[in-house]
């Protein structure tokens, strides 16, 4: 082996030297750069959404006007920075589609399966986590608002954040039915089946809308409580099975290869 092809074998000893290889030479570092940033997305998710801004767990939907006023007052300064940053990083999520997508391409399905995927979740997100942030922002710059606008507000963006799952519901059918029909077997059956149950989750949300109490309000233990546990599953088993892929990815047009067989 030359010189130079031992030099590009083998990245640098220190920290910045192995960076620096990878960014030059390794041909999936755009790969790793967007899972990298969908592992930390949804770190900062969770920090801003249930520690920042207090939003997960929600809370009671049946409070009156003088107690959710209370509550705007009590997270002011949280609201406000905790989406803050979601503003500053929710383009992030282009990226973690793209990715997704990426994954649908090593199928032997039709390119149409990620095309759909990316324009619905590219939808999803404005339900799902911009109209919280900017209903909720928008109540926490001014208090002085009319308590009843502010209460308009308060069950505005919570309808958002946990009942608006329609478009959710499709992405997930259109990465289920990829999984189930694809032939290169880029991700195992049990992920397709385990899209059935978070897309079933999304389903029994939809009488959030009618209750202020119960199992099926907002903050039930149906409607939320379920709901994320299977999420919380369901997305930590996709960015494992993702970074799994990067690691088999040979760049071909046929099923990857078994980790086994890798070096």
Known sequence: MSAVASELAAPPASLVG??????KHNPKIELWIMWWAMVCFYQLFGVVFALMTRVM???APWWDQARIVQWFNDNHYGLLWGFGIIFLVAGITASMNALIAYSMTRMSVSRAFSYIYVAIYSLATLPGMLLTAIFLTVGALRPDRDPAVISWLYDASFTAFVGTM???LIGTSVWML???LDKNRVFPLWFAYLNICNLLTEIVVAPMWIFKEGPFAW???IAFWVDTLVFVVYTIAFITLL???IVREDFGDGPLPELEQRT
């Not at 192995?18 to 960014?23: A, E, Q, S, T």
């Open 18 to 23: 192995r960076i620096g290889w990878h960014w």
């Open 178 to 180: 990829a999984v189930l």
């Open 166 to 168: 329609g478009v959710f």
């Open 57 to 59: 767990p929600p809370p």
């Open 243 to 245: 970074r799994r892929l």
């Open 219 to 221: 903050n039930g233990i």
